[in-house]
C-alpha cells in the first residue's frame, strides 16, 4: 500500500505542482506586460514585477482548483497509457479504494487552496495595493471611497451616522472623512470633513484638520454654526476591519472579515448580497479540489485507444475553463436575481460533482 501511496501521491503532486507553477507564470507575463505601459515618474519595470509577483497568491487561489483537474488527469492518463494502472486493478486496488486515495489528496490540496485564499492572496494583494500607490506618490490604496453606516446611543437621544472615505493608506489609515450626524426622526444635526482620520483598537478616531458645521433649531432656517480644529477624537463602534472591508477590495478580504462585515451591514440594514456571495465563496471554494479530483478519477479507466494523454489534458481544460465560467456566471446571476447565496456558491460544485459520479459510474460498469 505504501508503494502504491508513493506511486499516486508523487505523481500527481509532481504534476499538479508542474501545471500551477505555469499558470502562475503565464499570468505573471500578462500582469507584468500589462504593467509596463505605466511605467514612468517613479514607476519602474523593476517594481512592476513585483506588483505582478504580489498578485500570483491571488492567481494560484482561482487556478488551483483547474490546476488539480489537469495535473490529476495527466498523471492518472500516463498510469493508464503505461498499463501501470491496470496492474494496479489487478493487484486489488478497486474504484472505490483508488477514489478514497484521491480523496485524502484532494483535502490535502483544499487545505493550501484555503490557506492561500484566507490569508496569503489578501496580504499579498493589499501589499500590491500599498506597492503601487507609493510608487504613484498619493498613498491610498483604493480612490473609490466608500460609505458607511453608524449608530450608536448618545445622552441627547439615538443619532445615526452616515460616512464617507474617500480614499485609505490602510485598515486604520483614512484620507477625505466625511461623517454626517442624524438624529431620531433623521434631520441633519451636524457635518464633520477631516483630512485625515486613524482608528485607536478601541475603535475610538482621531481626526485631523477637522472642520464641524452644526445645524441648530428646528424651524425652516436653522442656526449654522461652524468651528475648525486641529484634531478631534470622534466615539465610534466601528473597528478598524470593519472600515477596511467598505473600503478596500473585496478580493482583499478573509473568510471572517466578510464574516464580519456581513454582519455589520445586517445591522445597519445595508444591502450585503454581493458580500455573502463572496463569503460563501471563499468557504466552499477549497472543496472544489474534491470535485476536480472525483472528475478526474475516469480518466484512468480510459484506454489508450481512447485517446493520448494531450487529448485527455485539452479535455480537462476545457473542463476547468467551463467550471470558472460557470462559477463566474452564477456570480453575476446570484446578483441580478438576488438568490440564495450559498446556493449560488454550492450549485457549480454541485454541478461538477454530479458530472464526475455519473462519469465514474458509467466507465467502472461498462468499459
Not at 13 to 31: E, R, T
Not at 149 to 158: E, I, L, S
Not at 171 to 199: K, M, N, Q, Y
Request: glycine fraction near 10%; include cysteine; charged fraction near 15%.
Amino acid at each position: 500500500m505504501k508503494t502504491v501511496l508513493r506511486l499516486f501521491y508523487v505523481d500527481i503532486v509532481s504534476a499538479v505542482a508542474f501545471v500551477a507553477v505555469a499558470f502562475l507564470a503565464l499570468f505573471f507575463f500578462i500582469d507584468f506586460v500589462d504593467q509596463l505601459g505605466d511605467v514612468g515618474n517613479g514607476y519602474t519595470a523593476l517594481r512592476g514585477a513585483g506588483y505582478a509577483l504580489l498578485l500570483a497568491p491571488g492567481h494560484f487561489y482561482e487556478l488551483m482548483p483547474i490546476a488539480v483537474l489537469i495535473g490529476t488527469i495527466y498523471a492518472l492518463a500516463r498510469l493508464a497509457q503505461t498499463s501501470q494502472y491496470t496492474i494496479l486493478r489487478t493487484g486489488g486496488l478497486g474504484p472505490g479504494r483508488a477514489l478514497g486515495l484521491l480523496t485524502m489528496l484532494a483535502l490535502l490540496f483544499g487545505a493550501v487552496t484555503f490557506v492561500v485564499g484566507d490569508y496569503g492572496a489578501p496580504y499579498s494583494e493589499r501589499l500590491a495595493g500599498r506597492l503601487r500607490a507609493a510608487a504613484q506618490g498619493d498613498g491610498a490604496l483604493d480612490q473609490s471611497g466608500a460609505w458607511i453606516r453608524d449608530h450608536r446611543k448618545t445622552p441627547a437621544g439615538d443619532r445615526s451616522f452616515s460616512i464617507q472615505i474617500g480614499s485609505a493608506e490602510g485598515a486604520a489609515d483614512l484620507r477625505d472623512v466625511r461623517i454626517f450626524e442624524f438624529d431620531a426622526e433623521g434631520r441633519l444635526l451636524s457635518r464633520t470633513v477631516a483630512a485625515r482620520a486613524r482608528i485607536d483598537r478601541g475603535g475610538s478616531w482621531r481626526l485631523d484638520e477637522v472642520a464641524v458645521t452644526h445645524w441648530q433649531g428646528s424651524g425652516p432656517e436653522p442656526t449654522v454654526r461652524e468651528e475648525r480644529l486641529a484634531t478631534l477624537d470622534w466615539p465610534s463602534t466601528l473597528s478598524a476591519d470593519v472600515v477596511a472591508a467598505a473600503v478596500l477590495p473585496i478580493t482583499t478580504m478573509s473568510t471572517l472579515d466578510l464574516w464580519r462585515y456581513i454582519g455589520h451591514l445586517a445591522d445597519n440594514e445595508q444591502a450585503s448580497q454581493l458580500q455573502k456571495i463572496q463569503f460563501w465563496k471563499r468557504a466552499l471554494y477549497p472543496f472544489a479540489c474534491l470535485v476536480m479530483v472525483g472528475l478526474a478519477l475516469p480518466f484512468a479507466y480510459l484506454q489508450a485507444r481512447s485517446g493520448g494523454v494531450s487529448l485527455k489534458v485539452f479535455i480537462g481544460i476545457m473542463l476547468g475553463v467551463s467550471f470558472v465560467l460557470l462559477n463566474n456566471v452564477f456570480r453575476h446571476l446570484g446578483l441580478l436575481g438576488n438568490w440564495t447565496p450559498w446556493i449560488v456558491a454550492a450549485t457549480p460544485g454541485a454541478v461538477y460533482l454530479l458530472l464526475s459520479l455519473g462519469a465514474f459510474s458509467w466507465l467502472v460498469r461498462h468499459r
